[in-house]
């Protein structure tokens, strides 16, 4: 991946995840994408085999989407194809992880950032595969006493 850094930050729900990922995102070198989920919902460790052409374009589309639109508005990802077919052009890439670098690598260019940050806190269940591919990444996990991750949830609940 270039000469792009990575940061992860996660950590349980309604931890914090956003918020560090928001104050890091303040700094003129770091963009701080949305929740993408890829590890664990787009991604499983069973599922590296390579990618034929239009899954690749499929795949990349989706992520695109994801971070236009955030993760519960994936109904259009069509549109991110000519987009992902431009990214994917002359660079012969099947596998689903070296997709997910060429997605973070080419947003975090596209915004003139050396450093990006994930903020998926369930990426905490993810760390061996993250760490293995990204060896180079730091992870920031964010802990919150359960107490006050349940009184957030209550909370949220209320306002719904």
Not at 36 to 55: E, M, P, S, V, Y
Not at 131 to 136: N, R, T
């Amino acid at each position: 991946m270039s000469n792009v850094k990575q940061i992860f930050i996660v950590g349980s729900s309604r931890s914090g995840t956003t918020m560090m990922g928001r104050i890091l995102g303040n700094h003129s070198e770091i963009f701080t994408f949305k929740e993408l989920h890829f590890f664990g919902t787009i991604w499983t460790n069973t599922a590296n085999q390579d990618l034929n052409r239009n899954k690749q374009i499929e795949l990349l589309s989706r992520l695109l989407c994801i971070q236009e639109d955030g993760l519960f508005n994936q109904q259009n990802t069509s549109v991110f194809n000519h987009k992902a077919i431009a990214l994917l052009a002359n660079k012969n890439i099947c596998n689903p992880l070296k997709i997910y670098e060429l997605f973070l690598s080419a947003i975090s260019e596209e915004n003139d950032s050396t450093i990006l940050c994930e903020q998926t806190p369930q990426n905490i269940y993810y760390l061996n595969e993250i760490l293995a591919f990204f060896p180079q990444a730091k992870v920031i996990n964010m802990v919150r006493d359960q107490r006050d991750v349940l009184l957030s949830q209550k909370n949220k609940w209320k306002r719904k």
